[in-house]
């Protein structure tokens, strides 16, 4: 029996992920872009935002696979429907370049390559003797897939690591409740932040989280823009109290010309690009998820509706 997937993904992407689909999928299946299909022809849509047209409307779908990590722009879709399995994008291609992403903003602020920036503009050749990882603490702000390989290559470097989780558990890496929060800012050196978009979580960095950050700290942001007020976080960095801050993410994207985050000198910014989705492993994610849904067996990374993410 043949089957048709259809993917909606941004045209700069849509080729790449269209030649890794056909390549990871076996011949059962049709791919091609969603407009080649009628609606009630398609059982799975691959999607990366931004969407180009609704979810709705499609009578047949069994699967709606995210091409990313972040789902929040598709659960923003006012024609999806909670009774179709809308998953994750799970791609171990991303989570290691996350993790490396991660490393890189926390050993450029450990080894003072942020100082010494600051310091080369004016010619100021001062050697600052630094501390030892043991005693740098980098603190998650999440610890889902894409978080935890890079929380695992800080531990293994040496740095103390913990991170705030929604059900706080025995874990390899300590976790720790939304209620211990302020009392871990206050012995933090970095904040990473890894979150999903929630209720919760929207505009949870503000004012009081980076008062509360032990003084001279930095904050890595590699999940999305609206996690953070963005006036709170430049009033933090021009006090000096925060050190720096390394940005993959923003409110808008592209990051508007005129915004104060591209000539701040205590801003490391990056577009969008600390875990790029990589679509042949993407694809091969794909290709298991279509095979678990043909032997009916549980897919993975399915969105809790309820939990938001
Ligand atoms: C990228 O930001 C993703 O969510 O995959």
């Known amino acids: 029996m043949r089957h048709n997937l259809g993917v909606m993904a941004p045209p700069n992407e849509e080729d790449r992920w269209l030649g890794a689909l056909v ?20 059982e799975v849509i691959a999607a990366a935002p931004p969407l180009r047209r609704s979810l709705s409307g499609f009578s047949n779908l069994r699967l709606i696979q995210s091409l990313w990590a972040g789902v929040e722009v598709i659960l923003k ?14 791609d171990p291609q991303m989570e290691a370049s996350m993790a490396l992403s991660v490393l890189a903003h926390v050993l450029a602020f450990h080894l003072h390559h942020d100082e010494y920036r600051r ?11 630094g501390v030892a990882p043991g005693e740098r603490t980098v603190t998650f702000l999440g610890l889902g897939a894409m978080a935890r390989p890079a929380a695992r290559a800080l531990r293994d470097a040496g740095f103390r690591v913990g991170a705030m989780v929604r059900s706080p558990r025995p874990d390899e890496i300590e976790t720790f409740g939304r209620d211990q929060l ?12 890894v979150l999903p978009v929630t209720e919760e979580t929207r505009e949870l960095i503000d004012a009081d989280v980076f008062a509360e950050l032990a003084n001279g700290s930095a904050f890595v942001n590699v999940a999305r823009g609206i996690h953070v007020v963005d006036d709170d976080l430049l009033a933090a ?15 808008t994207e592209p990051l508007p010309p005129d915004h104060p985050f591209w000539l701040h000198p205590r801003v490391t910014l990056t577009p969008h690009m600390a875990a790029p989705t990589f679509p042949p ?24 509706h309820d939990a938001g993410y």
């Not at 960095?237 to 409110?251: C, P, Y």
């Open 23 to 42: 390549e990871a999928l076996d011949d059962s299946w049709t791919v091609e872009r969603v407009e080649a299909f009628a609606p009630d022809q398609l």
């Open 77 to 90: 879709d006012p024609g999806l429907r909670t009774d179709i399995p809308l998953a994750r994008m799970k």
């Open 119 to 129: 310091q080369q503009a004016r010619s100021d050749w001062s050697q600052i003797y």
């Open 182 to 193: 302020d009392a871990r800012l206050a012995k933090t050196d970095v904040l990473v932040n």
């Open 237 to 251: 960095l021009d006090s000096g109290h925060l050190r720096h801050a390394f940005l993959d993410v923003f409110r």
């Open 281 to 304: 492993s993407g694809a091969r994610f794909v290709a298991q998820q279509l095979v678990r849904l043909e032997r009916g067996e549980p897919l993975e990374h399915l969105v809790d």
